[in-house]
C-alpha cells in the first residue's frame, strides 16, 4: 500500500515480537483481575438518528492472550508500518490498493471520506432510495419478489443482511441466486410468482460468468413464463453502467457505484439494493450509521484503544506468534448465520497473500483460514475440536444482548448462557486423571455482544470486520485490496471450455470423463 511503512522497523518490530514470552490466560488473570476493564471496548451509536440515547456493542478480548508486553510491541509494529498515514489514506483517498493504482472508497459509502466522495455517494445512495421508493409504491407493477443474482462480494453481504435483518418482515421476498450451478437458480424459481419477480443483476464488472449466465436464465424464465417485457424488470448494479446498458439494462435501471469500491466492501454501495428493496431506505440509513459510528472510532482511535486494530493484533499474536492457522467465528445469533461465510470472503480474499504490498515475499503467515458456524448448534458438532483437539483455535463469539424471538425468554437466556459457558470453558480447562476427560484449557476467545442484533449493529459488525482485515494487511504490510488470485482457475475454465490449452494428464483424463473434451 502506498503509506510510510518503514521495512527495517518493521522487521526490528517483529523480531521483538517473535522473541516475546507467552504467559498462560491463567498467569495473566492471576497478575490482573482487573484485566476485562483494560481490554473491553465499546462502541456506541444513536438509538436513532438525533437521539441523544445510545445503543452499541462491547467488544472483550480480555480471554486472548495479549499482556502488556505484547500491546507495547503491536503499538511499536503498528508505527513502524506506518498505520496512521495508511489510515489517513485509506478515508482521504489516496491509492491504497497500489496493484491496482485504486483508492478503496467503502467508507465514503457511509459518509466516511473526502467531501467530493461522500458528495458522490449520498448522490448514487439518494439515486437508489428513489428507485427503491418507486418500486415500494408500484411504478413497475406489483412487485412482490426479488431475485438477487450475484456472487461473491455481490452476493454474500446482500444475503448476510437479508437473513439477519428480514426475519419478521420483508417489503419484497428477496432470494440472492450466487452459483452457477441451476439448482440455486431453479430453487429461487420455484419460490417467485414471475408475473410479480424483479430481477436485481449485481456485479461489479459485468462480466462475471456465473452472473451473466444466471441473469440469461432468469430472463428465459420470465418470458416463458408470460412476462410481456423480461428486460424491463431488470434492475443493474454495478461499477460498470455501461456494460449494463451494453447488455440491454435501460439506463434509468442502472444503479451505479464507484471503481474504488471493491467487491467484498460493497454492501453499502448500489450492490446492497436488494438489501434496501427488502427492509426499506430508513433501516437501509441504520446499517450505514452502525457502520459510521465504527469509522468514527477506528479513525481516531490511537493504539490499543483502538477495537478493529487491537483485534487485528489479536490475528497477529495467533497467526504469527503462535503458529494458528485458522481463526473460527460462532454467531449465538441464527440472524448471523451467513456473518462466518460473508467474515470467509472479506478476510481469506483480502489477506491470502504470499507477497507485501511492494511485491516481496511476506515473512510470515498472513491471513488464517476464517471459518465457523451458528451456537448453540457448533457446541454439539464441532467444539470438541476446540477444548480438546490438538490445534490452538482462536475463537470469536457473537452474541445479542436483546432477543430474537418472541417465545418464553428461556431460550435467550440459555442461548447466550452456552455463549460465555464456551469461552469460560475454552480458557479455564479441567484437569482430570483420565487423560480423555482433561481439559487442557487457555484456549483463547473474543467476546462481542451487541445490544441488539438490529440494522445499525450489523452495519457496525460489518464496518469493524472490514477495519480489522485492513489493520492486520498494515500490519503485515501487505495490499488487502486486490484478488489476482482468483483470475488463473477462470483463465483455465475458459480454456476447458475451448478446448485449447496445455492441460495436465489428470486434468485432461478428468475432461473425458465429465465430456467436457
Ligand atoms: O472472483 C472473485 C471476484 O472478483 C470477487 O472479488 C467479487 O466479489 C466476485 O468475483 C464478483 O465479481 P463481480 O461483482 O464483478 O461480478
Known amino acids: 500500500m502506498?503509506?510510510?511503512?518503514?521495512?527495517?522497523?518493521?522487521?526490528?518490530?517483529?523480531?521483538?515480537?517473535?522473541?516475546?514470552?507467552?504467559?498462560?490466560?491463567?498467569?495473566l488473570f492471576a497478575a490482573d483481575r482487573d484485566r476485562p476493564a483494560a481490554l473491553t471496548r465499546r462502541i456506541a451509536w444513536p438509538v436513532e438518528p438525533g437521539s441523544e440515547a445510545e445503543v452499541g456493542m462491547l467488544i472483550d478480548f480480555s480471554k486472548t492472550h495479549l499482556d502488556e508486553a505484547a500491546l507495547?510491541?503491536?503499538?511499536?509494529?503498528?508505527?513502524?508500518?506506518?498505520?496512521?498515514?495508511?489510515?489517513?489514506?485509506?478515508?482521504g483517498g489516496g491509492i491504497v490498493n497500489p496493484t491496482e493504482g485504486r483508492a478503496a472508497t467503502h467508507g465514503a459509502l457511509r459518509g466516511s471520506g473526502t467531501p467530493a466522495q461522500v458528495d458522490e455517494a449520498e448522490a448514487l445512495l439518494a439515486r437508489m432510495g428513489m428507485l427503491v421508493e418507486a418500486i415500494h409504491e408500484g411504478a413497475l407493477g406489483e412487485i412482490r419478489h426479488c431475485i438477487a443474482i450475484g456472487i461473491g462480494g455481490s452476493a454474500l453481504g446482500p444475503a448476510l443482511a437479508i437473513d439477519a435483518l428480514t426475519r419478521d418482515l420483508a417489503l419484497v421476498?428477496?432470494?440472492?441466486?450466487?452459483?452457477?450451478?441451476?439448482?440455486?437458480?431453479?430453487?429461487?424459481?420455484?419460490?417467485?410468482?414471475?408475473?410479480?419477480?424483479?430481477?436485481?443483476?449485481?456485479?461489479?464488472?459485468?462480466?462475471?460468468?456465473?452472473?451473466?449466465?444466471?441473469?440469461?436464465?432468469?430472463?428465459?424464465?420470465?418470458?416463458?413464463?408470460?412476462?410481456?417485457?423480461?428486460g424491463g424488470r431488470v434492475i443493474a448494479l454495478t461499477a460498470a453502467p455501461e456494460k449494463a446498458v451494453e447488455w440491454g439494462v435501460d439506463e434509468t435501471r442502472v444503479l451505479p457505484f464507484p471503481e474504488s469500491v471493491g467487491g467484498r466492501y460493497s454492501l453499502f454501495s448500489s450492490i446492497g439494493f436488494p438489501v434496501a428493496l427488502a427492509i426499506?431506505?430508513?433501516?437501509?440509513?441504520?446499517?450505514?450509521?452502525?457502520?459510521?459510528?465504527?469509522?468514527?472510532?477506528?479513525?481516531?482511535?490511537?493504539?490499543?484503544?483502538?477495537?478493529?486494530?487491537?483485534?487485528?493484533?489479536?490475528?497477529?499474536?495467533?497467526?504469527?506468534?503462535r503458529g494458528c492457522q485458522t481463526r473460527a467465528v460462532f454467531a449465538y445469533d441464527e440472524r448471523?448465520?451467513?456473518?462466518?461465510?460473508?467474515?470467509q470472503q472479506l478476510e481469506m480474499e483480502s489477506n491470502g497473500k504470499s507477497v507485501t504490498a511492494d511485491g516481496k515475499p511476506v515473512d510470515g503467515p498472513t491471513a488464517a483460514?476464517?471459518?465457523?458456524?451458528?451456537?448453540?448448534?457448533?457446541?454439539?458438532?464441532?467444539?470438541?475440536?476446540?477444548?480438546?483437539?490438538?490445534?490452538?483455535?482462536?475463537?470469536?463469539?457473537?452474541?445479542?444482548?436483546?432477543?430474537?424471538?418472541?417465545?418464553?425468554?428461556?431460550?435467550?437466556?440459555?442461548?447466550?448462557?452456552?455463549?460465555?459457558?464456551?469461552?469460560?470453558?475454552?480458557?479455564?480447562?479441567?484437569?482430570?486423571?483420565?487423560?480423555?476427560?482433561?481439559?487442557?484449557?487457555?484456549?483463547?476467545?473474543?467476546?462481542?455482544?451487541?445490544?441488539d442484533c438490529d440494522a445499525a449493529a450489523l452495519g457496525a459488525l460489518i464496518a469493524f470486520h472490514e477495519?480489522?482485515?485492513?489493520?492486520g494487511a498494515v500490519l503485515m504490510g501487505i495490499n488487502p485490496f486486490d484478488q489476482f488470485g482468483v483470475e488463473l482457475g477462470k483463465a483455465i475454465a475458459k480454456q476447458i471450455e475451448s478446448g485449447e490449452g496445455d492441460f495436465d494428464p489428470s486434468t485432461r483424463a478428468l475432461m473425458t470423463a465429465a465430456g467436457l473434451a
Not at 448471523?336 to 467474515?343: E, F, G, I, N, Q
Open 2 to 27: 502506498g503509506g510510510k511503512a518503514d521495512s527495517t522497523a518493521m522487521a526490528a518490530a517483529w523480531a521483538a515480537l517473535r522473541a516475546l514470552s507467552h504467559p498462560t490466560l491463567a498467569d
Open 72 to 91: 507495547t510491541a503491536f503499538e511499536a509494529l503498528t508505527a513502524a508500518a506506518g498505520f496512521d498515514g495508511l489510515r489517513e489514506a485509506l478515508f
Open 173 to 230: 421476498d428477496v432470494h440472492v441466486v450466487s452459483n452457477i450451478d441451476g439448482l440455486a437458480l431453479e430453487q429461487a424459481f420455484r419460490a417467485c410468482d414471475p408475473q410479480t419477480t424483479l430481477i436485481a443483476l449485481a456485479s461489479k464488472t459485468f462480466t462475471t460468468t456465473e452472473t451473466m449466465t444466471n441473469a440469461q436464465s432468469a430472463l428465459r424464465w420470465l418470458a416463458e413464463n408470460g412476462v410481456d417485457d423480461p
Open 280 to 321: 426499506g431506505m430508513d433501516e437501509f440509513g441504520q446499517m450505514l450509521a452502525g457502520a459510521k459510528a465504527v469509522d468514527d472510532h477506528f479513525r481516531v482511535a490511537q493504539g490499543r484503544a483502538n477495537a478493529p486494530l487491537l483485534a487485528a493484533f489479536c490475528d497477529q499474536y495467533y497467526t504469527r506468534l
Open 336 to 343: 448471523l448465520a451467513l456473518l462466518p461465510d460473508y467474515l
Open 369 to 451: 483460514v476464517t471459518w465457523g458456524g451458528v451456537g448453540t448448534d457448533a457446541q454439539h458438532a464441532v467444539f470438541q475440536l476446540l477444548h480438546q483437539g490438538t490445534h490452538l483455535i482462536p475463537v470469536d463469539f457473537i452474541a445479542s444482548i436483546a432477543p430474537g424471538d418472541d417465545l418464553d425468554p428461556a431460550h435467550h437466556r440459555i442461548l447466550l448462557m452456552n455463549c460465555l459457558a464456551q469461552g469460560a470453558a475454552l480458557m479455564a480447562g479441567k484437569p482430570s486423571d483420565d487423560p480423555a476427560r482433561a481439559y487442557a484449557g487457555d484456549r483463547p476467545s473474543t467476546t462481542f455482544l451487541v445490544d
Open 467 to 471: 477495519h480489522r482485515t485492513f489493520a
